[in-house]
């Protein structure tokens, strides 16, 4: 995500205070712009009818997101939305303020391992 | 965590057992978590599956890398099984590469020698059967999840049966979204191997460095953060297939390393001077010109030669007469039936503009558009306004440049006829021969309306008939 650190519209699937770990499983979304220098601006989390990869997909296209944060997701909806132009950046595990401090930072990538685990500092989790 | 070699089975033999060495040749993935529902140990077929390495995924919560929807609402683990020693549930994952996968979980209580509950095993099955999911109907011209009624396609599916049951590599060309991914999948399903894990690693997806220790693994010190083994995908596809999309892709010296695993079916992981054997069936797939690379140096020619032992091209689209169609219906089906909509079918004006429409993303693309036009339909039939607006325009500026380059041609022709008319007077060149070519190139331009071809020659409609005659030329 560095290269795209201007304003960003941003969407994580939540479950909980944590990335779900399916796209298709996230019964809550937090939403909020990032603009480097500015930070976070027009946080809130919305709470979906019921999990469904329809249902968010629909709200991140109504909502105008350009990126999408959150565990597994299938093909089919990652293509619709990179279709859409979203950028998505999936397999991600931790949780939403170390998805914010991870984009603050420029170094949010698909597959990384945000949460700290036995013996571990969070600094070395990156998984690439 | 610890390595799971280190871990010991005891009380079998007069010497404890390597777990590791046990449980990683287990066709089905088995995965150790703790009380508190985290990973503790998982097997090699479980880091096929889940697409996370035994040192990744220890520590993470179970959901975070099996991602089933048991592990929502009823994961029995958080019930401590109610009271069970033993509970199995049916759901589905989605593994890394982004499939769902049908599974039946079986979790197990793990005891101490005392009685005491320690934590739990999972035992993972695979119920994906040959590509057909149980929640999708199976197709009349179809195989696995492929489509197709074509003689192109039906050319395709006659040979695939004999091509799985052999053990020969498989180069897969293709432009993309022709499908070249469901094809390596559905061969590996049909093949004697299809109980064995099916790794696809995407060439181009990774820098050359992380690319071969992603391929053939790393001993622990090999660089600077190769903190722990990792086994490799070489090593995950053992006894299974190994899918190599855009090889087109691969870097030179990889291809070298590539073409020695082929000569003799033995990797070196890097940082290690040992060998290890595996029985790997390679599967590649590219849409770029290989033979043209090769000529242009950027791709080895004996690897060519390796890979190209069998060798299946998808058609694009344009070229699979018919499909489009089948195609259409097809995806109408499945994504009114998932979104819960009745849209049931297409107007007519839709059904042209998608049936002239070239599709340069081929069936991904054609899906694409479907499943947007039935998400935001919101009657029965999908109309022109439900199709994305590039797809009608495109058609339109078709239709149009159509017209301009069949005036041009014609134009062209007669500037041609007129040059060989004058050749004709010497004795080179029959102007009956080309006046007669020019009326059939005119009626196949028009699909066999002699109103618009005659239109296109600048004849009427009688001058077109009386020429047709005289040529011999029956409707």
């Known amino acids: 995500m560095k290269e795209e650190r201007g304003r960003q519209k941003i969407l994580v699937a939540l479950r909980g205070e944590e990335v779900a770990s399916r796209f298709d499983m996230a019964p809550e979304a937090w939403l909020g712009t990032y603009r480097e220098g500015e930070g976070f601006t027009n946080e809130k989390t919305v709470v979906l009818p019921q999990a469904s990869a329809e249902n968010l997909c629909r709200l991140i296209v109504s909502e105008g997101v350009n990126t999408v944060v959150c565990g597994g997701i299938e093909q089919e909806y990652y293509d619709y939305l990179t279709w859409k132009k979203i950028n998505v950046v999936d397999f991600v595990v931790g949780s939403l303020d170390e998805v914010k401090k991870a984009i603050a930072s420029g170094v949010l990538r698909a597959g990384d391992i945000l949460i700290k685990r036995a013996g571990e500092s969070t600094d070395e989790l990156s998984e690439e | ?475």
């Open chain 2, 1 to 475: 965590m610890s390595s799971a070699a280190g871990i010991t089975i005891a009380g079998l033999y007069s010497d404890p057992v390597a777990l590791g060495s046990v449980f990683d040749e287990l066709p089905v993935a088995v995965v150790f978590i703790s009380k508190e529902g985290r990973v503790v140990y998982q097997n090699r077929a479980a880091e096929v599956l889940t697409g996370y390495s035994s040192f990744e995924a220890c520590g993470l919560a179970c959901s975070h890398v099996l991602r089933s929807n048991i592990c929502g609402g009823r994961c029995p683990v958080r019930e401590d099984l109610g009271g069970e020693e033993s509970v199995s549930e049916e759901g589905d994952i989605i593994t890394r590469d982004r499939r769902r996968v049908p599974v039946r979980i079986t979790f197990t209580r793990v005891r101490s020698p005392e009685g005491r509950c320690l934590g739990y095993a999972e035992i993972v099955e695979d119920l994906g059967d040959g590509g057909q999911r149980s929640d999708s109907p199976t197709h009349p011209f179809s195989i696995g999840d492929i489509i197709g009624r074509s003689p192109t396609m039906e050319k395709l599916f006659a040979m695939l049966p004999g091509i799985a049951q052999t053990d020969s590599s498989v180069l897969i060309t293709g432009e993309t979204g022709t499908g070249k991914d469901l094809l390596a999948e559905v061969i590996h399903k049909m093949s004697n191997r299809a109980k064995g894990p099916f790794v696809k690693i995407n060439c181009g997806a990774l820098p050359e460095t992380l690319l071969e220790s992603e391929l053939f693994g790393h001993v622990k010190g090999a660089f600077t953060g190769a903190t722990h083994n990792k086994p490799g995908r070489f090593r995950l596809a053992h006894n299974g297939t190994l899918f190599l999309t855009e090889i087109g892709d691969l870097p030179l010296s990889l291809q070298v390393k590539l073409l020695t695993f082929l000569d003799d079916h033995v990797i070196y992981p890097l940082g290690s001077g040992t060998g290890v054997r595996v029985n790997v069936r390679i599967i590649a797939a590219t849409h770029r010109d290989l033979a043209a690379m090769v000529r242009e140096g950027r791709f080895r020619e004996d690897l060519l030669f390796r890979l190209n032992v069998v060798r299946l091209h998808v058609p694009p689209l344009r070229e699979r007469e018919g499909d489009v169609q089948l195609l259409m219906d097809h995806f109408l089906r499945t994504f009114s039936a998932k979104f819960g909509k009745r849209v049931s079918r297409f107007s007519s004006e839709a059904r042209n503009v998608l049936l002239k429409y070239s599709y340069p993303g081929n069936v991904r693309e054609l899906k694409n558009i479907v499943e947007y036009a039935v998400n935001i339909c919101t009657g029965a039939s999908i109309t022109l306004e439900h199709i994305p607006s590039y797809v009608v325009e495109a058609v339109q500026s078709q239709g149009k440049s159509d017209e301009e380059m069949a005036s041009r041609s014609y134009g062209a022709i007669y500037e041609d006829v007129n040059l060989l008319k004058n050749r004709s007077e010497s004795g080179q060149v029959k102007w009956e021969d080309l006046e007669r070519r020019m009326i059939l190139e005119a009626l196949m331009k028009c699909g066999g309306r002699k109103s618009k071809a005659a239109r296109m020659l600048g004849w009427g409609r009688a001058t077109l008939w009386r020429k047709m005659k005289q040529y011999g030329i029956t409707e």
